[in-house]
């Protein structure tokens, strides 16, 4: 089993920066790709950034320049960086692993955090 634990949420204003953590521990791997979605009230999980173990990256669209994924395989941290912050950033983010490759399919990840709270006010 592995265990993911996020970090760092909060409420901050429009166009600030935060930066989410997520503490992997147990059978964690460096082999598995770790990811951040987002979901807000009434709607599917999204897909935010995926990481892989040779730091291949991908991102939603919307995130693309703004919000940058990385990882420390030695302390098994995931982060994600989050720029130039908008109220329709709001959601809680969760931190996922298990997936065998870069995807943005909710699906193919096995492990989730419980969540963590972002809240941009305008």
């Known amino acids: 089993q592995v265990r993911l634990v996020e970090s760092g949420g909060g409420l901050v204003q429009a166009g600030d920066s935060l930066r989410l953590s997520c503490q992997a521990s147990g059978r964690t791997s460096s082999r598995y790709v770790m990811a951040w979605f987002r979901q807000t009230p009434g709607k599917e999980r999204e897909f935010v950034a995926a990481l892989n173990s040779s730091g291949g990256t991908r991102y939603a669209d919307s995130m693309r320049g703004r919000f940058a994924i990385s990882r420390d395989n030695v302390t098994n941290m995931l982060y994600l960086h989050m720029n130039n912050l908008k109220p329709e950033d709001t959601a809680v983010y969760y931190c996922?692993?298990?997936?065998?490759?870069?995807?943005?399919?909710?699906?193919?990840?096995?492990?989730w955090g419980q969540g963590s709270q972002v809240t941009v006010s305008s």
């Open positions: 996922a692993s298990g997936a065998a490759f870069l995807s943005g399919v909710r699906d193919l990840y096995g492990y």
